[in-house]
């Protein structure tokens, strides 16, 4: 079968999301020799997903990623259209007419279930919905209750990490960092001064990276507190030191905390491994404890219960389980397990429609993981293209995109947009000696992005 046109113009692609899946897809694109024509087409005004509303404000080595995907999205063949919904401003069958394959890295943000008793208690909460909060999503709560005194954390991966290290430190030891004000006022009032982070088996399954949970010893206000009862290894747990050198340093560094003096900091940050949490506990509808049965490795690696039962007494729970990603409406989704369902990305039973990243695989490995599956997906659809099995656009331009987005009367937001926004962010923090400060309504975001903000930046931070 031959092509129509496929000499004369370039592939026409829509990647769906901004975040490093999708602009690792559009990366590989572009270094492929093929010539391209790509739109990443964001939800939200401000591109760079999780890298900007998923990792923490004090950590700048992570966000300082955003500089690589910055010069991806620089490249000329590329164009980003934000503040577009695709399933409410546009629908994939739309889409199919003006692009020869669309591409979709939207990425997980909901939180999955703890499924225990007790879960629908006031007080237990996604540590999503906590880092919404304290990254500035715009979709996300402007204020938070943070009365509780002693906290629990549910779960040994780096968002439970975040979660503990931001209840753990002062408001102003964040303040440097681009926190709106919104979020310095909720985190000033924050009364949590013990917090204890679970997991259900030890600290050679602990998903910890090193450099992240060596950082909570960087601040004065935390001392992390691991009982030496806890560290515990089964012949399988060795072999997984053996085999890792991560697993193997996480280990040691574990085995450090539990075993030095304490310093003295205000803020106790428990981390208990084998305490398997089996129900929450309250009154009056609210959260009071946290029970957790003691677990045994069983010599492969895995736990066992041991009858034994405990009850924490706090006054919130956060739950940091899992991301889980939503459905895009037009695309196939398999709901138990929160991804599109597909093969080596080609989208199962739909032809010119290919999957990235975590809604892909589901929210497991780290960011640089995500760049072999770009390049997996991209093959793919290239080698689709190559031997014709793709269907070209109707339209396949980049002003009948334009053209379509003007008539639904949609503000999206371009690169050129970007940059404007990224400039009022970095004068609101420049006012206070910050590299920058988030602006946080998602109507202002759309204004400075479009040029007519109205209001001076200071207004509209917090």
Same mark, same amino acid.
């Given at each position: 079968?031959?092509?129509?046109?496929? $000499?004369?113009?370039?592939?026409? *692609? &829509? #990647?769906? +999301?901004? %975040?490093?899946? =999708?602009?690792?897809?559009?990366?590989? /694109?572009?270094?492929?020799?093929?010539?391209?024509?790509?739109?990443?087409?964001?939800?939200?005004?401000?591109?760079?997903?999780?890298?900007?509303?998923?990792?923490?404000?004090?950590?700048?080595?992570?966000?300082?990623?955003?500089?690589?995907?910055?010069?991806?999205?620089?490249?000329?063949?590329?164009?980003?259209?934000?503040?577009?919904?695709?399933?409410?401003?546009?629908?994939?069958?739309?889409?199919?007419?003006?692009?020869?394959?669309?591409?979709?890295?939207?990425?997980?943000?909901?939180?999955?279930?703890?499924?225990?008793?007790?879960?629908?208690?006031?007080?237990?909460?996604?540590?999503?919905?906590?880092?919404?909060?304290?990254?500035?999503?715009?979709?996300?709560?402007?204020?938070? $209750?943070?009365?509780?005194?002693? *906290? &629990? #954390?549910? +779960?040994? %991966?780096?968002? =439970?990490?975040?979660?503990?290290?931001? /209840?753990?430190?002062?408001?102003?030891?964040?303040?440097?960092?681009?926190?709106?004000?919104?979020?310095?006022?909720?985190?000033?009032?924050?009364?949590?001064?013990?917090?204890?982070?679970?997991?259900?088996?030890?600290?050679?399954?602990?998903?910890?990276?090193?450099?992240?949970?060596?950082?909570?010893?960087?601040?004065?206000?935390?001392?992390?507190?691991?009982?030496?009862?806890?560290?515990?290894?089964?012949?399988?747990?060795?072999?997984?030191?053996?085999?890792?050198?991560?697993?193997?340093?996480?280990?040691?560094?574990?085995?450090?905390?539990?075993?030095?003096?304490?310093?003295?900091?205000?803020?106790?940050?428990?981390?208990?491994?084998?305490?398997?949490?089996?129900?929450?506990?309250?009154?009056?509808?609210?959260?009071?404890?946290?029970?957790?049965?003691?677990?045994?490795?069983?010599?492969?690696?895995?736990?066992?219960?041991?009858?034994?039962?405990?009850?924490?007494?706090?006054?919130?729970?956060?739950?940091?389980?899992?991301?889980?990603?939503?459905?895009?409406?037009?695309?196939?989704?398999?709901?138990?397990?929160?991804?599109?369902?597909?093969?080596?990305?080609?989208?199962?039973?739909?032809?010119?429609?290919?999957?990235?990243?975590?809604?892909?695989?589901?929210?497991?490995?780290?960011?640089?993981?995500?760049?072999?599956?770009?390049?997996?997906?991209?093959?793919?659809?290239?080698?689709?293209?190559?031997?014709?099995?793709?269907?070209?656009?109707?339209?396949?331009?980049?002003?009948?995109?334009?053209?379509?987005?003007?008539?639904?009367?949609?503000?999206?937001?371009?690169?050129?947009?970007?940059?404007?926004?990224?400039?009022?962010?970095?004068?609101?923090?420049?006012?206070?000696?910050?590299?920058?400060?988030?602006?946080?309504?998602?109507?202002?975001?759309?204004?400075?992005?479009?040029?007519?903000?109205?209001?001076?930046?200071?207004?509209?931070?917090?």
């Amino acid at each position: 079968m031959t092509i129509p046109n496929i $000499d004369s113009r370039p592939l026409r *692609v &829509a #990647v769906i +999301g901004s %975040g490093p899946a =999708g602009i690792y897809a559009s990366d590989a /694109l572009l270094k492929s020799g093929h010539p391209v024509s790509i739109d990443v087409i964001e939800r939200l005004p401000a591109p760079f997903g999780l890298i900007r509303y998923g990792v923490a404000p004090d950590h700048p080595r992570i966000k300082g990623i955003i500089k690589s995907l910055h010069r991806v999205l620089d490249k000329p063949g590329v164009r980003l259209l934000g503040n577009v919904d695709v399933g409410r401003d546009v629908t994939v069958a739309e889409l199919e007419k003006l692009y020869d394959a669309i591409v979709f890295a939207t990425g997980a943000t909901g939180d999955r279930d703890l499924n225990i008793p007790g879960a629908d208690l006031d007080g237990h909460h996604g540590a999503g919905e906590f880092v919404g909060f304290y990254d500035s999503h715009p979709e996300f709560a402007r204020s938070w $209750d943070l009365s509780a005194e002693s *906290v &629990a #954390v549910v +779960g040994v %991966g780096n968002v =439970g990490l975040d979660v503990a290290r931001i /209840l753990a430190k002062t408001a102003d030891e964040l303040l440097p960092t681009e926190i709106a004000d919104n979020v310095h006022d909720g985190l000033s009032a924050n009364a949590a001064r013990t917090i204890h982070v679970f997991g259900r088996r030890g600290p050679a399954q602990a998903k910890f990276t090193p450099l992240e949970l060596k950082e909570l010893d960087h601040s004065p206000t935390i001392e992390v507190v691991i009982d030496p009862e806890d560290i515990d290894y089964d012949a399988a747990s060795e072999q997984s030191r053996r085999d890792s050198k991560i697993v193997d340093q996480v280990c040691s560094i574990i085995e450090n905390y539990a075993i030095r003096e304490p310093k003295g900091a205000p803020h106790k940050l428990h981390i208990h491994f084998f305490e398997s949490p089996v129900e929450l506990l309250g009154e009056d509808g609210k959260v009071t404890a946290i029970r957790t049965e003691r677990t045994e490795l069983d010599g492969e690696g895995g736990v066992r219960g041991t009858g034994k039962f405990t009850d924490w007494p706090v006054g919130a729970v956060y739950r940091a389980v899992g991301y889980r990603s939503d459905a895009v409406p037009g695309v196939p989704f398999d709901d138990d397990r929160a991804v599109i369902p597909n093969d080596g990305g080609r989208v199962d039973g739909r032809t010119g429609l290919y999957t990235t990243g975590w809604v892909r695989r589901g929210p497991v490995g780290l960011i640089g993981n995500t760049k072999g599956d770009a390049n997996e997906v991209v093959a793919n659809l290239l080698a689709d293209w190559e031997n014709g099995v793709l269907s070209p656009a109707d339209e396949p331009s980049e002003s009948a995109v334009d053209d379509f987005l003007d008539a639904r009367g949609i503000e999206y937001v371009t690169w050129d947009g970007w940059y404007a926004l990224d400039a009022a962010e970095r004068a609101a923090g420049a006012a206070e000696g910050r590299e920058r400060k988030k602006i946080v309504e998602w109507a202002d975001m759309v204004r400075h992005a479009r040029g007519h903000a109205g209001v001076p930046v200071a207004t509209v931070t917090g």
